[in-house]
């Protein structure tokens, strides 16, 4: 049969409350035992030191004598505040005894004959179906030695005993069973708050991912708990809604160029044309495919990238190097805009990148510079920071509106200006340097530049350290 996580829980507490209730009682027991033993132990043997005074201070062995209140007895009688006193010689032979041992004599091992020099004790399991204590205690007088023995009943300790014993059974079921029900309660208590979690979270599927937890434990860690699967809702919602944009606009991404291909071969095949309008028709169409082999380039990366496929091999980079191979990649686009770069960068600042991403890090920015500048330059400009780098990309085009700059870096993108202006593009330019900037470990940031355009701040520092202004 197969326990749940109640049943499990719930014997492990039963458990663990019967070992410790059960360990407290015996301990609080043999504590008991040991004090009452004690009492009895020091009343023998006041009384045997009390008698060993007064054998000690007689003159002649044949006025050893028992100092006995009672005169009337000629019986063993074992009365529960009697003693039992016996005084023997060195061979065990009883010199005077108390009345109320009667005919007896009070059993004396060879063992305690040999203990000269301190009081011994002993229990007798039966005597005069009693259990009885005893206490030896040594005498020399005389050149001999004398044994004063003290004996007291063990059946009231034994009573005693029993009936703590009892008292103990009774509490440590009591106290095991109040500790079990004042301990259940709030585990009870507690495995409903989860099983309503469990059931909320059951209810949440991809159609209402909206949906959060209700939280009546703001304050607990069943709180902390609830709060922090709420985070996870919104981050699965939001991974969600960025799939579903990513795939509506991907489609229409590539929709579009293939429709645009499409229609111009359609239109080129409907009558014989020459030569050249053939050649028209397939350099329109290359464009087209051009444009959507760098999207799905990018659309790939960007997917590697989130699975985290790619393997940062870092090195140390020089940046004035690094800028100097993109301007080379990104030569013809500069001539056929008729753009300058004007760069301001130290030769001894260097980073710890991937070449690669890097470099497609400040290519992208640069590209995003060169579409969108009006005032046929761009300043680059690098300084050391706080044992970083801090790398400016500036452009002087028509900027970016206040109500799209917190937009710019999500996938597919594109503001009202771009598509007034049919500015070229797939949307993933951007969004991918937000992307390679986690995985380079740098923090880019725009601003708008005062001119008029744009200022993207790359930030190879520590997170923790603010970028300067």
Known sequence: MKINFRQKLTLTYLTLILVIVSLTALFSWWQLSIAAKNQLDHALLSLAETEAEMLVSLRDRSDIRIHDWQHDKDR??????????????EHGHSLAKSRNLGEANLPITPQALRQHHRASFETIDHFNNEPLRVVVFPVYKNAHYYYVLVAGSMDDIDRILNTATMIFMLMAVALAGAILWAGLLPIDRILKVIQRIVSQTRNIHQENLHQRLSNDHADDEIGELINTLNAMLQRLESAFEIQKNFTSHASHELKSPLSRMRTDIEVALRRPREKEAYQAVLMSCLDEVDHLTKMLNSMLLLAQLDANMETLNKEVLSVSDLMTEVLHQARQRLQQRDLSVTTVIPAELSIVAQ???????????????????????????????QGGVVLKIIDFGAGIPADEAPFIFDRFYRGRTVLKNAIPGSGLGLALVKTLARHCQCEITHSPNPEGGSIFTVCWAPPQRPLPL
């Open 355 to 385: 070449k690669e991403f890097a470099l497609l890090l400040i290519g992208n920015l640069i590209d995003n510079a060169i579409k969108f500048t009006l005032n046929n330059k761009i300043i680059v400009e690098a300084i050391q920071y």
């Open 76 to 89: 063993i009688a074992l009365n529960r505040l009697d003693r039992l006193v016996q005084i023997v010689d």
